[in-house]
């Protein structure tokens, strides 16, 4: 295994490596996914995702499939019923916030880093003229 999947659990591992290349691709290009792909590799990305991941973004139409109305509806009609399914609001937010705390707990280079970037956009959102919900 990779090292990232020592300090988190492989599944955990999976979808921040997963978010990490769409932030990358959405801000930047899909070249820059593949950068911060490579340059993450065998220290903050399992290295066999980053291998499978540059072989599937080869394809020209990787992230404009992915893109897809077709594709998220293939993929959410995959999930099974849940009784999270009909979460309040209130109670997706206390959900969010134990996985936050979570993530934040697991490795001491992300103490808190949740509660960071909670006030970071709390900020920008005053600066901008947005206000609590």
Known sequence: PGICTLRHPPASADVHQTQV???????????????????????????????????LSEDGDFWLDLEQDSVKHTVLSMKPPSRFDQLTEAQIDTVCEVIADFTDVSAQHTWNHSLAVAGTAEGIARQIGLGAR
């Open 21 to 55: 290349l769409e932030v990358a691709r959405t801000f930047g290009c899909p070249r820059a996914a593949a950068d911060v792909a490579k340059d993450r590799s065998g220290h903050a990305f399992d290295p066999e995702l980053v291998s499978a991941f540059l072989g």
